[in-house]
């Protein structure tokens, strides 16, 4: 089982559902998350008081998936998430020693 | 009708002879009847009474709206209760002793303790054409504001329990005596000043006593280093529309009556007030390549209180200019000039008020000439003169309040002290001080 | 019809004369023309027009911004829209029947149907000094903020399809004959009942049927043990800021006119409002060690209930001891006592408006004793009967709407059911019953 | 009394002798004094005053804060802003020209530049028996808000700067020549047309405006697919309550007096729009099966809007219809409609204000009858002539608006540039226009 | 070392924090995410317009717990979260390399 | 290829972020957590009910760094972050098996 992070561009969401939902990714974790990178942020500007805020609004989505489907959801989640301009994100791969679905106590592949 | 115009506050409290200023309308009712010059007039009561409501209605809600928007979310309620308990705390002082002290007797100092507890303040007292009660009322309004425009100087950093000691104190030891000074029949209203709805009594006053108390209380932890986002600049605006829209009362209220010079100290406010949100609006564009909402919404506030002490007295193209000074100049005071200077006025309490208070406190010893569009100044005083006279209560208006404010903080700084723990600043004063947060927005 | 109606609240009851009350400035007319007492006096419809908005402003947006702020950020949107709804509802029904049942004939128990629609009421009709348009339209908005209120008795758990019913019925079957009781010319009125402005009527009527409506549908999920923190106690404080502003067309708007007793009215409402938000804001701070802002803001609408009844019958030191009484009383209502009971009226109706109505009425009964610095209770009426007779006016009124309210809400509750299931209750009635949410703020 | 009250405002505009519509106070005072016609009432000048204050209300913070909700939170402040923008920038443009274009001469056209920079509004000014500054305040509070209204049309894409010089431009080419034929004297009124408070002049035209506006920038990126939720519904319900309580002086200010007439325009307006609210909220109901607070809100709009040029002029009933009428046309314009062709009005402008502006407009000929409850229609006229006059002046607005509008649109986005670039637009308006967001809640 | 990381329905939070503190856990972090799986959203409608909204309010808590700790920290949290409803959520288990305590510098065991 | 994930304080995070920066971390994903642990709550009082608050705000950090940085970054981080008193947090170190940049599809070291 893998864990598969995704760092993307907020209005990039719907688009990499739809395309997990087709490979028959049946569930995934969203949190608003703040980045920073090489994309830069903007200036606020408060009363002549100038500061520069450099992380941006992204979204961070997390997939659990069965390995053999693994390459193909980052596939998906690569060319659902690209615009092609800086700041499209990250994807991070990471390993899963066990899942429980709560609600049955399954547990492995059956808990996804 | 000029000159008597301009003291009428003034001269209707102290009551001398009004019948010529009341226009036509009621020397129609008095040459058919005979009657007193203090006959209650309905629609100048329907009208004060209004504009005491708009009154509070700049404190509560308008000015804390427009304070709580400004600063950090862990601190958004502290603001709002101090707003709040101020109102509560002066109208009481105001009942127990301010309105004597203000408006009493009309010795040159203070008033005196004879219409202390409203001794005398009887459903059938009068005051000009309204009923005393509700000029008690209406000039109650403006000891709660005047403490409270202080606390945007403060914000964030100060004890709630030594905030109300500072302001019970203040409203009773400065307040007062500087209303009477001006209004109450006190020696700078008999000396000539022009002051028609509180540029000198309000924000002057104000925005001296809170640089005073900046400065006393020292920066906040990390100013100006850390960045301090305002939380919630919807807020703001919409506290600066409040205020706006409240200032008639503020404004056109001053005048205690429904007639002519109301009207007009009505149009000069908005148009004073536009020229100054557009001014400091531009001048922001300019200077920093955008316009802003919190620019905006301190440009209109900045003519507010510009035009606040010229606004019975100034002809349209008058204020015109008044808001366009004072929307550029306090735009300097609160960008340019703080950050040179390096104290810590949280919101701007003493670029705002004072400057644009001092702004319009002279100006309107210009524009109140009637070659200017102005009700034209007392017999035989010219713009040089009258600007004197001005620049004499500014003086003594900045003189009076910022020592006797610097040493109620020092008494009390020594005996309660001001300010919150370093740990409890960090955290903010929500929690520590009111065991509340002010914003759950997730269940 | 003018000694009926110039006197409404006051001297409806006491029966006299009114003349001498019309102020010089009235009598002058009259004596000069011989036109009728019920003369339009545009001072006097002024205010009044001014008092009707002010009283719509205290339900939307004041109270409902009051109450949207302390429930949970699930429901915010769902309290506001039962208060708008409210607004909408109600004032069709005043229209159709409310208005008539209240104000049409002087019997003792209604005032049947002969003002239904409007009948009769054109845009010459009068009332007093005012247009009768204007009056109906006045209180009208009574009728819309006292079923308004009740919504805090059962927030976050009702359907709002049962709160329309519930609150239709309610408003015709309860408040309006209860209105015609007090001031349309019924028993409690004609009996001698002191109440200026509606602390039986619209206080103890509302937090009674909110107690009754809080026992019938039980309490929410997990209430006491859950945390149910407010989700924007800045909405709650800017809520209890606009209620205290626009309480004053109710209060100073009672009198239907722009006089002394007007103003005293307002000083009155503002001195007892500052005094039960410190004595509720020190209460706290002494019992739970720190003062806050959901505190301050229940004491200043403690006070403004608690004096509603007394405004315009008792002077500026009754007020004080009227606003600290309510201000304690209320405390300890809706801490101590609401957990010692353990009913869940879940933004305190019942502690606020029934207890500080209660304090209300029966204490004008003491202070309008003219040697107290009241306007004096009529001739041979001693404070102890004065008491007696208020007692009765709030039993009756408990009685009264304690018991058609349980009718209506259990016959409610067997036809359509009151209460949402236990899934749309914890997922939140925004979403489920108006398929919205509150707060979106990161798109 | 009827007939003569139906024209009051213009009549008064036009100087024609308006002694015979003063009523029988002013009568009275005339009898015993011979005083002329212009004698200032405190009592209307204390209304007009106070509705003056309310319309202001209704812009800032109401209408603000309506729109503000509507929005994704990245461009909260950006409305905000634009509103508050246009009350500095429109408020100068009609104290240079837009005054004297709308009631300077009576011209069939324009009023020509006589007024200009106020010139003759002086102190003693009157028009009619309220000071001139006071009527011209008032006035400008109209050409405040409907600059504003459009907004709604182009939120979220259109360009700061260009906003500005549109809005600038059209005031005074569009807006004030439009006020003049309606109520300057100018030809719709000589005409006949009935438009109490602006159904022509202020919704039908900012209405039109916003959907050309729309038109001409297009869409916003993803409209409709994309999920674009509103980011506080709270906002939205206390800007529409706001709205609703500034209404009243924007409908009952519009007699210009505290009258009979005024006093009906207040009970209708308040008719209307409850009827309007539930009229959208049980459509919703029944077509989406949920009734929602966006709903009721924007009924209750509609039903304002509908109410407004009728609001002198017809009874109880006849608002009652109108509120219902205006409450489901709206609702199907806003809903159906928009997604059937497909613009993008942003919050619709046209579904609510120019629609709701139509069926007041035509509904007014209807029961201004006095067979029907209204005040009459002038003597001979029929109902189909009056409605057939109805739908001449509304074309008339909607043909000049809608060209006019377009040519300066087209010029601007030719010169400047009208919209945002894409990058700007998806980033939200709030961070690139004014270096500024709306929400920063927790630090 | 290992970290546990559990999606679970909001209200559940207040219990599964008692659970785990009866088992000795000294710490946890908690972040507000949005879950998409099986249990079904709701739709939203804003003048006509109306959509989906699939995403539900979760919250994910991260307890890293020693490894002979991990069986029964799973199992707690499994029955102090569930409902028996769908959408009770999912426990993911992974590997943590090395834990530091800021504070101390102290690493391991005992820096939890 | 490593994760490095630390509890903050929040008011640390500009600290950290620039300490990062000098170590030559190019990316970093912030997100606003609660957490739970030995640093005591407040409580909070509404209308005479009491309640204890026991999450704290804090900020979790995430930086992927190649395993030669992994040192440096976690010292960096400790002292960065560091006030010495309690609740200062805690790093959690794990394994990235795979990072993609989304823009380009690159991965391993070259992703960051
Ligand atoms: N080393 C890293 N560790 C964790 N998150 C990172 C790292 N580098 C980048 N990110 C995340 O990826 C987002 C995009 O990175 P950025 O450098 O701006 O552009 P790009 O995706 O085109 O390389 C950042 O905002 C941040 O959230
Ligand atoms: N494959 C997955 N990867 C990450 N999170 C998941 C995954 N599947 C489900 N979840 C999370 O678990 C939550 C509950 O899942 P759901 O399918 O709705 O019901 P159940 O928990 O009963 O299986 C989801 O809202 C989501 O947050
Ligand atoms: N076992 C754990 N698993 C995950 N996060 C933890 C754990 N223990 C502590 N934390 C996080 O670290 C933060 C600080 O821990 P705390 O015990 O308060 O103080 P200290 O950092 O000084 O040890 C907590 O608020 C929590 O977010």
Chains 1, 5, 6 share one sequence.
């Not at chain 1, 995704?6 to 559902?17: E, G, Q, Y």
């Not at chain 2, 620019?295 to 035009?307: E, F, N, R, Y």
């Not at chain 2, 035989?380 to 006797?404: C, E, F, N």
């Amino acid at each position: 089982m893998k864990m598969v992070t995704a760092v993307i561009k907020p209005f990039r969401l719907d688009d990499v559902r739809d395309a997990l939902s087709e490979l028959g990714v049946k569930g995934m974790t969203v949190t608003e998350v703040k980045g920073f990178g090489r994309q830069k942020g903007h200036t606020e500007l408060y009363r002549g008081a100038e500061y520069a805020v450099d992380f941006l609004p992204k979204i961070k989505l997390e997939v659990a998936v069965d390995e053999n489907l693994l390459e193909q959801v980052v596939e998906m989640v690569v060319s659902a998430a690209r615009t092609e301009k800086i700041g499209d994100g990250k994807i991070f791969v990471t390993d899963i020693e066990e899942v429980v679905r709560i609600r049955t106590g399954q547990t492995g592949a059956e808990a996804l | 009708m000029t000159t008597t115009v301009i003291t009428r506050k003034r001269l209707l409290l102290k009551g001398e002879n009004v019948t010529a200023r009341l226009g036509l309308f009621a020397a129609l009712l008095l040459g058919s009847s005979g009657a007193r010059a203090d006959e209650l007039n309905t629609g100048d009561t329907a009208w004060m009474m209004t504009a005491t409501v708009l009154v509070l209605f700049m404190t509560i809600p308008g000015l804390s709206l427009f304070y709580a928007g400004m600063v950090r979310s862990k601190n958004v309620l502290s603001v709002m209760m101090q707003c709040f308990a101020i109102t509560g705390l002066m109208s009481i002082l105001w009942v127990f002793f301010g309105y004597s002290i203000a408006f009493g007797n009309d010795g040159p100092w203070w008033g005196g303790l004879s219409k202390a507890f409203l001794k005398g303040v009887t459903v059938d007292a009068m005051t000009g054409t309204i009923p005393e009660t509700v000029f008690m009322t209406f000039q109650m309004t403006f000891a709660i504001i005047t403490p409270a425009l202080i606390v945007g100087a403060f914000a964030e950093r100060m004890k709630f329990s030594a905030m109300l000691w500072f302001m019970g104190v203040w409203v009773l030891v400065v307040y007062a005596p500087i209303c009477h000074w001006v209004w109450g029949g006190g020696w700078l209203g008999s000396y000539g000043i022009l002051d028609f709805a509180g540029g000198t009594v309000v924000h002057i006053n104000a925005g001296m006593a809170g640089l005073v108390a900046a400065l006393i209380l020292g920066k906040r932890q990390g100013y100006p280093d850390t960045a301090m986002p305002p939380n919630n600049l919807g807020y703001t605006l919409m506290g600066a529309a409040m205020l706006w829209v409240g200032w008639f009362g503020f404004n056109a209220g001053s005048e205690l009556a429904a007639d002519g010079v109301a009207g007009m100290a009505m149009a000069v406010t908005q148009i004073a007030t536009a020229a100054a949100a557009l001014a400091w609006m531009f001048s922001e564009w300019v200077v920093h390549g955008k316009p802003s909402v919190l620019g905006i919404a301190s440009g209109a506030v900045a003519g507010l209180v510009g035009i606040t002490p010229a606004c019975g007295f100034v002809g349209p193209m008058g204020s015109l200019v008044i808001g366009i000074a004072a929307g550029m100049l306090c735009f300097l005071a609160s960008t340019k000039i703080k950050r040179a200077f390096g104290y810590d006025d949280s919101l701007d309490v003493f670029g705002v008020h004072a400057v644009g208070g001092i702004v319009g406190a002279i100006l309107v010893g210009v524009f109140a000439a009637e070659s200017l569009g102005g009700a034209g100044l007392a017999e035989g005083v010219s713009i040089g003169q009258q600007v004197k006279t001005q620049l004499i209560g500014i003086l003594a208006t900045i003189i009076y309040t910022g020592i006797v404010s610097l040493i109620i903080l020092k008494v009390l700084d020594r005996v309660i002290g001001l300010r919150v723990t370093d740990d409890d600043e960090a955290q903010g004063l929500d929690i520590t001080a009111h065991s509340e947060r002010g914003y759950n927005l997730t269940s």
